[in-house]
């Protein structure tokens, strides 16, 4: 099976760039992983916390330096950055409600500062450089929050993140609630890509304007940093996958192959309803917890797959898109069965209790925010403007608020706000299917408005911006103040 999907991994540029008015992103000189990736080993199927746990404090010492990694190709990334020397950095581990403190040294020659994604903490622990000073080369600070919600998050500088996450910058964190099950196996996944240059298969010169504009796509996919991992598993073991995607701009459509995908959770939490999905959209910054039962033979291999998903869709754009990785489904990495067959552990579902707006929709309306693109000037807008020229906007906290985002532009953007959860409940005015799930990131699709409502129950001023990092790079940010 794996010799069968691994051939499946062939260069398709020829006939799957057609797109004359690419041409500058075409010409990246770099080719897709299909000779390049050495499949690894297989590991064990869990993680190690990072974190050092005391009586109701997780503390983490967290060091960000030169760091030459592999992501599955042999070659060291001559350019690459890590956390602790690991890429995914440490991953935390803390109940919620506990105090969380990271001792962070930036060790780099980029001054920087650290978004704890997802987290309704205090701005200024936000790690956004409107609410700190970023850390100097050589400087340290103490992050210090108390993570007030169970679920599955990370952590990525704010500043420059388009170069520093593909160079390696990111790590992931587990937040506990008392009644959370416990699977036989739990398996953080980050996916990213990574652009690398054919010929010395490093991280590929910085972007065209083009790519700048469309988003930075790579020609190698990564799980927790390396291509085509393996983890080792039990025919009857429950496997809990946590995903989240740190990619700069690839829309992630996964699935497991001869598996049933049960989501479990969504970004800020476990879900009241779980439910069955055959394959997942997973945009960048977004989360997803995924339940599986481990009903594969022993001796096989199975691929977690990835499909193409063009930001610029057909129905709403000529653009021909180009994607180094072709056309094709792709494997990203594999669960591999051991022998024989275990009883697995029961899979005990939290019941947590998620006020659902979607049949109580706010009446207090908070802000409609605009998105739109100008292709020929090269620019992505929110509500006219760009960063800093984006309008604050300021609304009262602790009222269920609604908000829209109307996507005017031909491409789906991942929109993320900071502080506090929400709760997607439309699209163009039609609700939203599956049941209701705390987030702070979602797509929003082209030429279509999104309806979403929040409590609001954490006053401050926050970040808002598309999470295709190149676009947040470019502007596509602005600030929002929830009053007292
Ligand atoms: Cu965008």
Redesign the pocket.
């Known amino acids: 099976m794996l010799i069968l999907l691994l051939a499946c991994v062939e260069d398709t540029r020829d006939t799957s760039s057609p797109g004359a008015n690419l041409d500058d992103t075409a010409d990246t000189g770099t080719d897709t992983e299909a000779d390049w990736i050495t499949p690894a080993a297989p590991e064990a199927c869990g993680y190690t916390a990072g974190s050092t746990p005391g009586a109701g404090t997780a503390t983490l010492d967290l060091v960000a330096s030169d760091f030459a990694w592999d992501p599955g190709t042999g070659t060291l990334l001559e350019t690459g950055l890590a956390f602790n020397g690991t890429v995914p950095g440490p991953l935390i581990e803390a109940n919620a409600g506990d105090t969380v403190v990271v001792n962070f040294t930036n060790d780099t020659d980029t001054e920087m500062t650290i978004h704890w994604h997802g987290l309704r903490i205090t701005p200024e622990m936000d790690g956004v450089m409107q609410m700190m000073d970023p850390v100097q080369p050589g400087e340290s600070f103490t992050y210090e929050f108390v993570p007030p919600d169970a679920g599955f998050y990370w952590y990525h500088p704010h500043m420059s993140g388009d170069t520093l996450l593909e160079r390696g910058l990111y790590g992931t964190m587990i937040i506990r609630e008392a009644s959370e099950g416990r699977a036989d196996c739990d398996l953080p996944i980050v996916l990213d890509d990574v652009l690398l240059d054919d010929d010395t298969r490093q991280i590929a010169p910085p972007d065209t304007d083009m790519m700048q504009l469309m988003?930075r796509l790579g020609n190698v996919l990564m799980a927790n940093g390396r291509a085509l991992r393996s983890y080792e598993v039990t025919r009857g073991q429950t496997i809990l996958l946590r995903l989240v995607n740190s990619s700069n701009a690839r829309f992630w459509d996964v699935r497991l192959e001869g598996h049933t995908m049960t989501v479990v959770g969504a970004d800020s939490g476990f879900l009241a309803e779980p439910y069955v999905a055959e394959h997942l959209l997973v945009v960048p910054g977004e989360r997803y917890m995924v339940l599986v039962e481990a009903t594969g033979e022993p001796g096989q291999s199975y691929a977690f797959l990835n499909n193409r998903f063009q930001l610029h869709d057909d129905e709403h754009s000529s653009m021909v898109e180009y994607d180094p990785m072709g056309e094709q489904e792709n494997p990203v990495f594999y669960l591999t069965y051991g022998e024989g067959e275990v009883e697995g552990t029961p899979w005990v579902q939290p019941t947590p209790d998620i006020p659902a707006f979607e049949d109580n929709v706010p009446t207090t309306f908070g802000h409609q925010w605009v998105?739109d693109e100008d292709m020929m000037g090269g620019t992505?807008t929110i509500d006219g403007a760009a960063w800093p020229d984006v309008p604050m906007v300021t609304v009262q906290g602790n009222v269920d608020t609604l908000f829209e985002v109307k996507n005017d532009s031909e491409?789906?953007?991942?929109f993320h706000i900071h502080g506090n959860r929400f709760q997607l409940l439309a699209i163009d005015g039609v609700p939203v299917e599956g049941p209701p799930a705390w987030k702070d990131t979602w797509d929003a699709p082209p030429m279509s408005t999104l309806s979403f409502a929040s409590p609001l129950d954490n006053p401050g001023e926050w970040m808002y911006h598309?999470?295709?990092l190149e676009?947040?790079e470019d502007g596509?940010a602005g600030l929002m103040t929830v009053e007292e």
């Open positions: 988003g998105l992505v491409m789906h953007h991942p598309c999470h295709i676009h947040a596509m």
